[in-house]
């Protein structure tokens, strides 16, 4: 373009100066309108003529010319480029080049540098190229895909129009340095994208298996995984889901949380897996006690029917809830198993799949919620707290129960009443019947003492 546009200003003339030589500047001169003024212009070509004719005639003096072009000398002097550029036809192989101590080696651009294995001479530090562009699958102003080849990756280059001087990494290809994430062809049929640590050994991972009825979709994170949804989440899974958190979780509602359960749920705090277990063993000697009480309940209720014997029955076992020996070997595998590098989480898939059929038998009967607290437990509720139970409740407590009410507590007994401790018993009836029973009776009123009735018989 700049070239087109000094052939555009070029102007031509002739003279007889003979210090007229290109490269010098002048500026022209008007004798015959002196008003008129010329911008400096530049000598690019002057062709001398010389004209001896002395043998000719008898004058000695040579006659000489010139002929010139030039241009202003504010317009770049660009020739135009009539040496046919050279030209790079396919692709070259080429290595990721940086400086030493490095392993990732980009500009803002995210743009690299290389060195070509025919170069004998080549530095290999980043300094044998030029900045190089690499294709990446999508792009755009701020978004799109960065995927940025580490130093010592074997890449494929090609010029764009055959240019040496704009080259474009087009691709990564593995090489018995740089082999592929899997063994093939064994594991043909899984499709990876997974990174290495920046000057570590860890690795994320996203890996889909698609061999047939064992398909799989892996996502491995070495430290941390986020996730921000902007709206709605939504997430079915038709068959177990088993998740294992090595230390704290915290979940936040805004707004309402509904929890429905089909089956049965055991809540334990204060341990897991065999810990959980061992939690029952301060208490283990009440839920025999605690069982043969709700079956008694049960009977006096006439009510529950065969699914409360059930419940009753394995509660008195204590093992209520918890997993069996093949559960628990399966909950090993999710919590501490082998590093899923190997195999894409599939030893990992399998012990979740263990976790999850183990689940499906803890409890005899659905709808049971088991509750298991290690230590203590503290509810607070700041208005009222309803409780409705058909059938029968159980309190078994191991020694010692208190109650405390600041103003008014009624308890409403449909039939019978009874309050027994060791060989006192008091009774209350739906008749109006009461019965006290003991071995003896000390009433004591530090004022008055009344007793009414019809008649009142004292023996």
Same mark, same amino acid.
């Given at each position: 373009?700049?070239?087109?546009?000094?052939?555009?200003?070029?102007?031509?003339?002739?003279?007889?100066?003979?210090?007229?030589?290109?490269?010098?500047?002048?500026?022209?001169?008007?004798?015959? $309108?002196?008003?008129?003024?010329?911008?400096?212009?530049?000598?690019?070509?002057?062709? $001398?003529? /010389?004209?001896?004719?002395?043998?000719?005639? %008898?004058?000695?003096?040579?006659?000489?010319?010139?002929?010139?072009? +030039?241009?202003?000398?504010?317009?770049?002097?660009?020739?135009?480029?009539?040496?046919?550029?050279?030209?790079?036809?396919?692709?070259? /192989?080429?290595?990721?080049?940086?400086?030493?101590?490095?392993?990732? !080696?980009?500009?803002?651009?995210?743009?690299?540098?290389?060195?070509?294995?025919?170069?004998?001479?080549?530095?290999?530090?980043?300094?044998?190229? =030029?900045?190089?562009?690499?294709?990446?699958?999508?792009?755009?102003?701020?978004?799109?895909?960065?995927?940025?080849?580490?130093?010592?990756?074997?890449?494929?280059?090609?010029?764009?129009?055959?240019?040496?001087?704009?080259? *474009?990494?087009?691709?990564?290809?593995? %090489?018995?340095?740089?082999?592929?994430?899997?063994?093939?062809?064994?594991?043909?049929?899984?499709?990876?994208?997974?990174? %290495?640590? !920046?000057?570590?050994?860890?690795?994320?991972?996203?890996?889909?298996?698609?061999? #047939?009825?064992?398909?799989?979709?892996?996502? $491995?994170?070495?430290?941390?995984?986020?996730?921000?949804?902007?709206?709605?989440?939504?997430?079915?899974?038709?068959?177990?889901?088993?998740?294992?958190?090595?230390? %704290?979780?915290?979940?936040?509602?805004?707004?309402?949380?509904? $929890?429905?359960?089909?089956?049965?749920?055991?809540?334990?705090?204060?341990?897991?897996?065999?810990?959980?277990?061992?939690?029952?063993? #301060?208490?283990?000697?009440?839920?025999?006690?605690?069982?043969? &009480? *709700?079956?008694?309940?049960?009977?006096?209720?006439?009510?529950?029917?065969?699914?409360?014997?059930?419940?009753?029955?394995?509660?008195?076992?204590?093992?209520?809830?918890? &997993?069996?020996?093949?559960? *628990?070997?399966?909950?090993?595998?999710? /919590?501490?198993?082998?590093?899923?590098?190997?195999? +894409?989480?599939?030893?990992?898939?399998?012990?979740?799949?263990?976790?999850?059929?183990?689940?499906?038998?803890?409890?005899?009967?659905?709808?049971?919620?088991?509750?298991?607290?290690?230590?203590?437990?503290?509810?607070?509720?700041?208005?009222?707290?309803?409780? @409705?139970?058909? /059938?029968?409740?159980?309190?078994?407590?191991?020694?010692?129960? *208190?109650?405390?009410?600041?103003?008014?507590?009624?308890? #409403?007994?449909?039939?019978?009443?009874?309050?027994? =401790?060791?060989?006192?018993?008091?009774?209350?009836?739906?008749?109006?019947?009461?019965?006290?029973?003991?071995?003896?009776?000390?009433?004591? #009123?530090?004022? !008055?003492? @009344?007793?009414?009735?019809?008649?009142?018989? &004292?023996?």
């Amino acid at each position: 373009m700049q070239a087109s546009e000094a052939d555009h200003d070029r102007v031509f003339g002739g003279s007889t100066s003979r210090i007229l030589e290109a490269g010098r500047r002048f500026t022209p001169y008007e004798v015959a $309108h002196p008003d008129h003024v010329y911008e400096e212009h530049v000598v690019v070509k002057a062709v $001398h003529t /010389v004209v001896d004719r002395s043998y000719e005639t %008898n004058s000695n003096e040579p006659e000489y010319t010139n002929t010139f072009e +030039a241009v202003p000398s504010r317009v770049p002097m660009t020739p135009h480029r009539e040496t046919k550029r050279p030209r790079i036809e396919g692709t070259q /192989v080429a290595i990721v080049a940086g400086p030493s101590g490095e392993e990732i !080696h980009p500009d803002q651009y995210g743009r690299i540098k290389l060195w070509f294995p025919w170069d004998r001479k080549a530095k290999k530090d980043g300094s044998d190229t =030029c900045w190089v562009r690499v294709s990446q699958v999508w792009g755009g102003g701020t978004w799109g895909a960065q995927v940025i080849p580490r130093i010592g990756m074997e890449v494929m280059v090609a010029f764009v129009d055959g240019d040496p001087d704009r080259p *474009l990494v087009t691709g990564v290809v593995p %090489n018995p340095s740089n082999t592929v994430p899997y063994d093939l062809p064994a594991n043909k049929t899984r499709m990876v994208m997974r990174s %290495n640590t !920046h000057k570590g050994t860890g690795f994320n991972e996203m890996t889909f298996e698609d061999e #047939a009825d064992s398909e799989n979709m892996f996502f $491995h994170a070495q430290k941390d995984q986020t996730t921000r949804v902007l709206n709605d989440r939504t997430k079915r899974i038709d068959r177990h889901e088993v998740s294992a958190i090595g230390a %704290n979780r915290t979940v936040e509602v805004g707004g309402n949380q509904k $929890h429905e359960v089909g089956g049965s749920m055991n809540t334990v705090v204060g341990g897991t897996g065999p810990m959980a277990m061992a939690l029952m063993g #301060a208490v283990s000697g009440l839920s025999g006690h605690t069982a043969g &009480l *709700l079956a008694q309940a049960g009977q006096i209720a006439g009510g529950g029917g065969p699914g409360l014997a059930a419940f009753a029955g394995t509660l008195a076992s204590s093992a209520l809830g918890f &997993l069996g020996a093949g559960g *628990l070997g399966s909950r090993e595998g999710v /919590v501490s198993g082998p590093s899923p590098r190997a195999d +894409a989480g599939t030893a990992l898939a399998g012990s979740g799949t263990g976790v999850g059929d183990a689940a499906s038998g803890l409890f005899p009967l659905p709808g049971i919620m088991n509750t298991i607290v290690g230590s203590f437990k503290s509810d607070t509720i700041g208005i009222a707290r309803a409780e @409705q139970i058909g /059938v029968s409740k159980v309190t078994n407590v191991g020694q010692t129960s *208190l109650e405390s009410v600041g103003k008014f507590k009624k308890i #409403a007994v449909g039939e019978e009443f009874v309050i027994e =401790c060791g060989d006192s018993k008091f009774i209350m009836k739906a008749n109006g019947e009461v019965i006290i029973l003991g071995k003896t009776f000390n009433f004591v #009123a530090t004022e !008055h003492f @009344q007793m009414r009735g019809k008649p009142i018989d &004292l023996n």
